[in-house]
């Protein structure tokens, strides 16, 4: 009797021609996520190829995809890894080759890559509702932790000020290298300046600086460019937001709002990891509103580490 071959190959590094079936597995895979936990008629949209090009680039060597015999996308996981610490995300498998253990390949292979590479923290985020991605997970070794949750604040697109912007200094490599050794004084061995400079290359947003004399006391590296395909420019989404001290905090959130209306966006969203309780209490006292929770897991052994003080939260979604 005649079977199909069932078999995969990979992982490859994806291209920029790999963008569309990127995003036909992508959107086949949640919009499938979405309609088992319940909310059947949801469909998730492809995302903007600009928003492709900043996971394929930012992830690197970590950018894997599975093939089918054919040579047709079926699976990929966008490894991530900022110095010390590596994230997963996203990561797909298509509706129709699910249960076959490519799910399980594909995170230990990412996992492998990121020890390889030196990481000292491993992890990914899921939808806290998703118990069967949860248990699946867990079955790895990867431990569920904080809900990053994320909020928004709408703002006038005209603003009273101008924010301080890395793209606007006179040297801009200057302050991405300020905006490495605040990070490494408050959490050493972690480091965004690739993403800084990835979002600079590809215009899709910029960083926004906050000084105190003269000195980088904080700094937020945010996107513009809309996250879905054909939609219009509408919020501001902060990666990384680095604040030496309570009161650097409070200052960048002053600066945000002014941000966005450079922007002529009316939206900040800013996913906040509850670990940091007095943040997140100040956001929402800010008039920031709940809109969205994840679940934060991590691989046992290769857990979070705590800034030794301030605040660096870090988005581990594009």
């Known amino acids: 009797m005649w079977r199909p071959d069932r078999s995969v190959r990979g992982p490859d590094r994806p291209s920029y021609r790999d963008i569309d079936p990127l995003n036909r597995v992508f959107a086949e895979a949640f919009t499938d996520r979405y309609s088992r936990d319940g909310l059947v008629g949801v469909r998730v949209p492809q995302l903007n190829p600009l928003v492709w090009r900043y996971a394929i680039e930012d992830a690197g060597d970590g950018a894997m995809v599975w093939r089918d015999a054919e040579g047709h996308m079926v699976a990929f996981n966008m490894v991530h890894r900022s110095g010390t610490e590596g994230w997963m995300g996203p990561l797909a498998v298509r509706p129709d080759r699910q249960g076959e253990g490519l799910g399980s390949l594909m995170v230990r292979t990412g996992i492998d890559w990121l020890r390889n590479q030196g990481a000292t923290t491993i992890g990914l985020e899921t939808m806290p509702r998703t118990v069967d991605n949860i248990g699946f997970y867990s079955r790895i070794g990867l431990v569920p932790g904080y809900l990053p949750v994320t909020l928004v604040l ?165």
């Not at 003269?214 to 420019?233: D, I, M, N, Q, V």
């Open 154 to 318: 709408d703002v006038p697109r005209r603003g009273v000020g101008e924010a301080a912007l890395l793209s606007r200094l006179g040297s801009p490599e200057s302050g991405v290298e300020e905006c490495r050794r605040l990070t490494q004084s408050l959490l050493p061995g972690v480091d965004f300046t690739r993403e800084i400079a990835l979002t600079r290359e590809l215009d899709i947003g910029d960083t926004t600086l906050v000084r105190e004399g003269g000195e980088l006391t904080a700094f937020a590296l945010w996107h513009s460019t809309p996250l879905a395909a054909g939609r219009p420019k509408d919020e501001l989404r902060v990666l990384k937001l680095v604040a030496r001290d309570p009161a650097s905090f409070e200052r960048m959130l002053d600066a945000l709002p002014m941000t966005a209306a450079g922007e002529r966006v009316g939206r900040i969203a800013l996913r906040c990891q509850t670990e940091f309780a007095a943040a997140y209490l100040r956001l929402v006292a800010r008039g920031y509103r709940v809109h969205w929770t994840d679940l934060r897991m991590t691989l046992e052994g290769y857990l979070l580490r705590n800034p030794v003080r301030g605040v660096v939260m870090s988005n581990w979604e594009i």
